[in-house]
């Protein structure tokens, strides 16, 4: 399942990156990219886990950046 999501609060290219990265490492998902500049998330994770995915995937963004929020 692929969805997008728009991002607050990320201040900087390097810690998107840094984000970027985490979210890949988390079990279920296939891909993830961050646009700094567009300030959103599109994440491709397993259809079936998805909620529970995206739990981590907001915990690997709030340790890179504590201020940076994912709206859903």
């Known amino acids: 399942m692929k969805k997008k999501f728009?991002?607050?609060d990320l201040?900087?290219?390097n810690c998107?990156?840094?984000m970027e990265a985490a979210i890949k490492k988390i079990d279920g998902v296939n891909d993830?990219?961050?646009s700094f500049m567009a300030q959103k998330?599109?994440?491709d994770a397993e259809e079936e886990r998805f909620d529970e995915i995206m739990q981590e995937v907001v915990k690997a963004c709030k340790r890179v950046e504590p201020d940076t929020?994912?709206?859903f």
């Open 11 to 13: 201040d900087c290219a």
């Open 6 to 8: 728009a991002m607050e």
């Open 16 to 18: 998107a990156a840094k």
């Open 32 to 34: 993830a990219v961050i």
């Open 41 to 43: 998330l599109t994440i």
């Open 69 to 71: 929020r994912i709206i």
